[in-house]
């Protein structure tokens, strides 16, 4: 790579670094992984930074090969994981509201499959639209869709689901049902 291709990379960096750990950090829930999930991305694209003709478009080819890291990672992990019957909670670092949402949806947002993660986040977090999002990801606008579809689903079974558990409901008793309350 020439001399000026390394600078407009270093530049490039500079400027775009915190809004690419951003999405980085939403791709994988613990930020010393996001870290490193941004630094393994970088050292790729850096490789290939010449090969990209129009630098508009780095953005873009960067969450790519952050995405295609992540599945890579997640190919390779050891199954280590028990499946259990019941989600341990959550354990919530910061008392407010907000951070407690966040890392909520962090926490449930990997019941989702990494095809499904990397759509939400770059429809809802990414703000890209759906064309985007499909051209990013290398599939039909219309696969984003119902893969969004399918995503935004499995994540309010999940919410409802724990809104259950923490109020206490749950198994009724046989033969009872459950009354329904008019709204």
Not at 75 to 83: C, F, G, H, Q, S
Not at 128 to 136: D, I, V
Request: charged share 35%.
């Amino acid at each position: 790579m020439a001399h000026g291709e390394v600078l407009e990379f270093e530049e490039y960096v500079r400027t775009r670094q915190d809004a690419l750990l951003r999405s980085a950090r939403r791709l994988v829930p613990d930020p010393v992984d996001a870290q490193d999930l941004l630094q393994t991305a970088l050292v790729r694209t850096y490789g290939r930074w010449d090969g990209i003709a129009d630098k508009r478009l780095a953005d873009a080819y960067l969450r790519r090969v952050m995405i295609n890291t992540r599945t890579e990672w997640w190919r390779a992990r050891k199954l280590d994981e028990v499946p259990t019957e019941q989600l341990p909670d959550a354990r919530v670092e910061d008392s407010t509201e907000q951070h407690a949402d966040r890392a909520l949806l962090m926490d449930i947002m990997k019941v989702l499959a990494p095809k499904q993660r990397s759509v939400v986040v770059l429809r809802h977090w990414e703000q890209m639209s759906t064309e985007e999002t499909a051209a990013a990801l290398g599939m039909s606008a219309g696969t984003v869709k119902s893969t969004l579809h399918r995503a935004l689903a499995r994540l309010r079974e999940e919410l409802e689901s724990r809104d259950q558990e923490e109020r206490g409901v749950g198994a009724l008793e046989p033969g009872k049902e459950r009354e329904r309350c008019a709204a």
